[in-house]
């Protein structure tokens, strides 16, 4: 199994630029998120599907759609990208079995390095 | 205030050391809490949970307090591969989902 594998590794954006970051796991996890890391900061949640169909805004969403497009995979679009939006981006997924009682690990893929000039 | 606090460090030891890892966090409603292991230019990955009457992996143990709101981690008889940086995380119920909440890490550097 490759677990969560995210798409691009690393990109250079100039402002105003659209692109799109995909993610797909195939641990046939109910729940996905993005988060995004910066320095000094901890993982700050951009957006999560809790299950196929379903996504929800986290801390911190503007600026960013996502599209659950199946069970496996759930997609980051920068519309317009900005230079605040320079960071490293984990997709991660986690086996939500009902809404409280959940799998306790996450599991995140790689990373993505975006950098916006 | 963050949500979850951590001392950034870096935390400089020998190995074969003992080193402790302080971790606070606001919400006196946090469900679970883990320490997850971040190496350079690489994904978070789960250390261990954390759970209330401590527990133990090896030369790691974990340690919470909910009266005072910490979570500890100690390793023991440090090794060079340990150098990393270790996350602090909480889990809380919001809107009926969980919610992770995540430190900003505090690094470890074990030198020969």
């Known amino acids: 199994n490759a677990g969560v594998t995210q798409t691009p590794k690393f990109q250079v954006l100039k402002t105003g630029q659209s692109m799109t970051l995909q993610c797909a796991q195939d641990?046939?996890?109910?729940?996905m998120y993005w988060y995004r890391q910066d320095p000094g900061m901890g993982l700050r949640l951009i957006y999560y599907?809790?299950?196929?169909?379903?996504?929800d805004k986290g801390e911190v969403p503007n600026g960013y759609n996502v599209s659950r497009l199946n069970k496996r995979e759930f997609s980051l679009r920068l519309e317009s990208a900005a230079p605040s939006q320079t960071s490293v981006y984990f997709c991660?997924?986690?086996?939500?079995?009902?809404?409280?009682?959940?799998?306790?690990?996450?599991?995140f893929g790689e990373g993505s390095w975006l950098t916006v000039v | 205030r963050k949500e979850v606090e951590q001392d950034p460090g870096p935390f400089n030891v020998p190995e074969g050391a003992t080193v402790a890892f302080n971790c606070t966090y606001s919400?006196?409603?946090?469900?679970?809490f883990f320490w997850y292991r971040q190496d350079c230019r690489k994904e978070p990955k789960l250390l261990m949970s954390v759970y209330s009457s401590g527990n133990e992996d090896g030369r790691f143990t974990a340690q919470l307090n909910r009266a005072s709101q910490y979570i500890s981690l100690l390793i023991r008889d440090s090794k060079l591969s340990d150098s990393a940086t270790y996350l602090c995380?909480?889990?809380?119920?919001?809107?009926?989902?969980?919610?992770?909440?995540f430190g900003a890490g505090t690094r470890l550097a074990v030198h020969p």
């Open positions: 919400n006196s409603a946090s469900q679970s």
């Open positions: 995380v909480v889990k809380e119920v919001s809107g009926g989902y969980n919610k992770l909440i």
């Open positions: 991660a997924s986690r086996e939500q079995l009902s809404r409280v009682n959940s799998g306790n690990t996450i599991y």
């Open positions: 641990m046939n996890h109910n729940s």
């Open positions: 599907s809790a299950s196929e169909g379903t996504t």
